[in-house]
């Protein structure tokens, strides 16, 4: 007890001090937290949806309306997506030009796509709903049950719907609005737009269909069905594949393998400075410890509850610093859970760095004879 309040009084001594030395060791932590975490995160946001999804093929590019009526006579259940571009409203507040998925089956979306219902914030998906994107919800201030406005690019109209869910983002930097086109806007974005070149001048041309097949003999068919020299057709394991490569293109470069090892190499000797140079300003209170009558353990548990303290306070703040990085400068919704799981990491690591450093700042002044201490030698 006496030695908490020690460590307590030693704080409130020197607060601005001790608010600097946090902040230092935070922000440090945190920098470190982000560059260890890219690799989890990325993965979580580009290669977990599609691990997710529940589709056997995924066509993408210039897919007709015909292509997906000969699939779907095969038998496999085909989700056709019309991939467009539109504006975002609501109460007047405009957030732009974004994305849009506009499906005929919000059920079979949620299930079939990356933007599948297990990554949901709130809501479901409904027919004849929207779901919008987590960073689009926050930018216009809406949720479940409030109406928005979107107006697609080169149709001269607004569309009114009621937002049934909010998604977060299946991939870095998509901000995402799917609707669910149970009035016709499919056809009549279609009809504006110039026939395709080879399709036979199709009437629709959507951007992506999900195929979900019951056999490799079915997924043959409907691959034979949906093929155009103006789409390409891959497998759930080959777009898995693709999007991991994306990820370790990045994150297995020298610069992010480098940083994290090299922050936590600095942490450690800052700290270790730090805790000298504390452990050298209380030569005289553990003398006087000492010579009250404490134990030699006295100046061994102040060293450790100062640094025990240090380390929870710096692991929280770097964890919340490491996130805000994400959302702030890098402008995408966080999936808390990998972020938390190498913090756990980043606590042990650090735990182990300040073991050796208190170990160091034990050994050298702990065990000082009583006269040695309070001389200050």
Not at 61 to 79: F, H, K, N
Not at 86 to 114: C, K, Q, Y
Not at 192 to 220: I, K
């Amino acid at each position: 007890m006496y030695t908490g309040k020690l460590v307590l009084r030693e704080y409130l001594s020197d607060p601005v001090g001790f608010a600097r030395s946090i902040l230092v060791f935070a922000v440090l932590v945190g920098l470190c937290l982000f560059v260890f975490s890219l690799p989890a995160m990325f993965a979580e946001i580009r290669v977990g949806p599609h691990q997710t999804a529940e589709y056997d093929l995924l066509v993408t590019g210039a897919v007709p309306a015909e292509g997906v009526e000969r699939a779907s006579g095969t038998g496999a259940d085909v989700l056709p997506v019309y991939r467009w571009g539109g504006n975002l409203s609501t109460n007047g507040d405009d957030a732009g030009r974004f994305d849009t998925w506009i499906v005929g089956d919000m059920p079979a979306a949620a299930e079939m796509t990356e933007l599948n219902s297990r990554y949901l914030v709130e809501g479901s998906y409904e027919e004849g709903h929207a779901v919008v994107s987590k960073d689009l919800a926050d930018r216009l201030g809406v949720g479940v049950g409030d109406t928005v406005t979107y107006r697609p690019a080169g149709l001269d109209e607004a569309v009114e719907y009621e937002v049934s869910g909010v998604v977060r983002p299946a991939s870095y930097g998509r901000r995402t609005i799917v609707l669910g086109d149970t009035g016709g806007l499919t056809a009549r974005i279609a009809s504006t737009t110039r026939e395709v070149p080879s399709l036979n001048n199709a009437s629709t041309v959507y951007g992506a269909a999900y195929v979900d097949c019951a056999d490799a003999s079915q997924c043959r068919d409907a691959r034979e069905a949906l093929a155009s020299d103006l789409a390409s057709v891959t497998t759930k394991e080959e777009q898995i594949e693709k999007q991991r490569t994306s990820v370790e293109r990045f994150t297995g470069s020298p610069v992010v393998r480098a940083a994290p090892i090299v922050g936590f190499a600095l942490y450690g000797l800052i700290y270790l400075r730090r805790a000298l140079l504390r452990a050298d300003r209380h030569e005289t209170t553990y003398g006087v410890l000492r010579s009250l009558g404490a134990s030699r353990r006295a100046p061994i548990a102040h060293i450790l509850l100062d640094n025990a303290v240090v380390l929870t306070l710096t692991t929280v703040l770097g964890t919340l610093l490491a996130a805000q990085i994400y959302q702030r400068a890098m402008g995408i919704f966080v999936p808390m859970g990998p972020l938390l799981e190498l913090s756990g990491t980043a606590f042990g690591l650090n735990a182990v760095i300040i073991g050796v450093v208190s170990a160091v700042v034990v050994y050298r002044h702990a065990n000082r004879d009583v006269v040695e201490m309070l001389e200050g030698r």
